[in-house]
């Protein structure tokens, strides 16, 4: 199918469901209001097709807005029918797939439609960290379906029809879909607003299929395991020509060389998605200053600091991790924190949030040093400082406050060049070494990478059964 395809609403269902597993709920409801000749317009379901079916043989729960119906315009009763979903799934405790190709608010019911949408935002909020939620866009998002969108754990958007704005962009000050289209997937997808742009309804589609396979059902799941058909000692020699391509190097420490990755438009220094490693679902969380062209060489350069839109990232994925017990993986190379005017508006309230992450989840979590490691971008990369359970570090890792020659140039200032040489290198081997790391107990074992992958299984496999309790609190306040 190509990537002009448009699925029907029920065809969008059936598409992402397993073949004849689907069961519909509340057909027959419709519309109460008879304002402005509503009552002339006879809808079943009220605009949105709603039930319950498998993927890969497990249970969740979907609907599916019809454009065709109202201009899939949220009313009182298309949104009980929503609310219906969420409180069933979360009962049953299994995903909801929510399909979306809404107009926005349905005008002739007014407050009615308001309350609709409250309703539908407080059942995702309860939702939210109980069963894991996936939007798929494949028409309008705009408004209030917008904040619905936002609310779940991943949106999945296609490149041409799907259109996703609080404001269109014609309303946008200074603005208009020909100079930039804010509604359009790019925008949204570098903004970090989508995490996977597709072709069309029929990838799109498959994609949340692939993604709700891999996910626990709900907070309380033990998670998806698969059989692993990959060597669990299986050497990654080439891993170490791939390190400032975290994305690839990741793929190949993976179980046949599978990587998820989200929200890949965005923040493209910091990485994040999922790998398998013995056929458990970890996540992963990478710097990258690298990214590799298809010919193998280097696209795209990044200095090796954390951005305020990487921090946002990453800790919005950790917290997901965390909530669903999956695993942590974090690839660390890193020198300070982006410096300019933009970034300090809020980069101190980023990275409070990635390093409160980090430090709050009680998942297992494996932090690997692939380069140089200062100061606290250092810390909040994961480290034991902040509640990593095991960490690695190659042999070429550099893990200090600063680098080795700069420091020796502060410590020793107005010496001559010959005497900072020699002092940057004794500070190298006395601070910023990883043996120097091990010795103070911050890092765990100092690893070739070609022995990466075998190193990672044993650790997370050893760390399956970890239990750690915490203060009891209703929740973070950072």
Same mark, same amino acid.
């Given at each position: ?312 990232? /990453? $800790?919005?994925?950790?917290? %997901?991790? !965390? &909530?669903?017990?999956? +695993?942590?993986? *974090? ?104 043996? /120097? $790391?091990?010795?103070?107990? %911050?890092? !765990? &074992?100092?690893?070739? +990478?070609?022995? *990466? ?26």
């Amino acid at each position: 199918m190509g990537s002009t395809a448009v699925l029907s609403a029920r065809d969008r269902i059936l598409s992402l469901l397993d073949e004849n597993s689907f069961v519909e709920i509340g057909a027959l409801i419709t519309k109460r209001s008879t304002d402005f000749n509503l009552n002339e317009k006879e809808v079943p379901g009220d605009g949105v097709i709603a039930g319950y079916g498998l993927i890969d043989g497990s249970l969740v729960y979907v609907y599916s807005q019809d454009k065709d119906a109202l201009g899939g315009t949220m009313g009182e009763m298309h949104a009980r029918q929503i609310v219906n979903v969420y409180d069933l799934a979360t009962k049953v405790g299994v995903p909801v797939v929510a399909i979306t190709d809404c107009a926005g608010m349905r005008l002739e019911e007014s407050t009615d439609a308001l309350d609709a949408f409250g309703k539908v935002y407080a059942r995702q909020v309860l939702a939210s960290g109980v069963i894991p939620t996936v939007t798929v866009i494949l028409g309008t998002c705009g408004g209030g379906s917008a904040i619905s969108a936002a609310i779940s754990d991943f949106v999945i958007m296609t490149k041409e029809n799907a259109k996703l704005f609080v404001n269109s962009p014609n309303a946008v000050d200074n603005n208009y879909t020909a100079k930039c289209n804010t509604a359009g997937a790019a925008f949204q997808a570098e903004s970090g607003n989508v995490d996977i742009v597709a072709e069309d309804d029929t990838e799109a589609l498959a994609r949340a299929r692939e993604l709700v396979s891999i996910l626990p059902s709900n907070n309380e799941d033990t998670g998806v395991l698969s059989e692993c058909e990959d060597d669990l000692n299986r050497v990654t020699a080439g891993l170490g020509s791939h390190l400032k391509d975290t994305a690839v190097a990741l793929r190949e420490i993976s179980d046949n060389n599978w990587f998820l990755e989200l929200k890949a438009d965005c923040a493209k220094e910091m990485v994040i998605g999922f790998i398998r490693l013995n056929g458990a679902i970890v996540g992963a969380v990478a710097n990258r200053s690298e990214l590799l062209g298809e010919d193998g060489k280097a696209a795209k350069k990044f200095d090796t600091v954390l951005t305020m839109a990487g921090a946002y990232k /990453a $800790a919005h994925f950790v917290e %997901f991790c !965390d &909530s669903f017990s999956i +695993p942590v993986l *974090t690839l660390t190379s890193v020198t300070g924190f982006a410096s300019s005017v933009g970034e300090e508006r809020s980069i101190a309230r980023a990275l409070s949030q990635l390093t409160a992450a980090f430090s709050n989840a009680t998942v297992p979590k494996v932090n690997l040093i692939v380069g140089k490691a200062y100061g606290s971008a250092y810390i909040t990369m994961n480290s034991k400082h902040i509640g990593a359970d095991l960490v690695f570090a190659y042999n070429d890792a550099e893990i200090g406050m600063m680098d080795a020659k700069l420091a020796a140039e502060i410590i020793y200032d107005g010496k001559d060049a010959a005497t900072i040489s020699e002092k940057a290198g004794e500070y190298a081997a006395l601070q910023n070494s990883p043996v /120097a $790391a091990a010795k103070r107990g %911050f890092v !765990d &074992s100092i690893i070739e +990478p070609a022995s *990466t992958r075998k190193q990672l299984v044993y650790a997370f496999e050893m760390l399956y059964t970890k239990r750690e309790h915490r203060p009891n609190k209703k929740h973070s306040t950072i």
